[in-house]
């Protein structure tokens, strides 16, 4: 593809970019043993399928998810709880029949969800992609 062409899966539109989101998620190994790192929520409206999810545990490398938003915003992987008059989001995360919980503030990562939602509407994440260049690319075409 030549340099100044842009990539044609990629919607082009005027869309505001969203700041990353850095919190404090807490591992749950049992429902009374926690393991408290930073994780960073990150969206690319260049990309607004996808949340992208870093997990930083104190001294390990990081491990990074990328996650469907829509998954994010709702799905039985990602539940409310109430915790000691607070609310939490427990986000559950499986790969290769292995199994980790996380839970975090649900009001701070609810926020955040919705200002990805500001930026790119449910719905629209794929409005403006070019699909015959799309088609003419996966047939070589290009």
Known sequence: MAENQHDPHVPQSARRE???LSVRINQLIWESFRI???AD???DTDD?????L???PKDKPPVTWRIGRQLLA???QVRPVRLNRRWMVRIRLE???RTALFEADLRCVEDWLHDTFG???MGEELDGVDWDAVVDDLLGRS
Do not use: H, N, W
Request: charged share 15%; aromatic share 12%; proline share 15%.
């Open 119 to 121: 930026a790119v509407p």
């Open 36 to 38: 408290p790192m930073q």
């Open 74 to 76: 709702g799905d039985v």
């Open 48 to 52: 607004p399928l996808i949340v992208t």
């Open 95 to 97: 790969t290769r029949g």
């Open 41 to 43: 929520f990150r969206f």
């Open 18 to 20: 969203v700041a990353p």
């Open 54 to 56: 870093t997990f930083r």
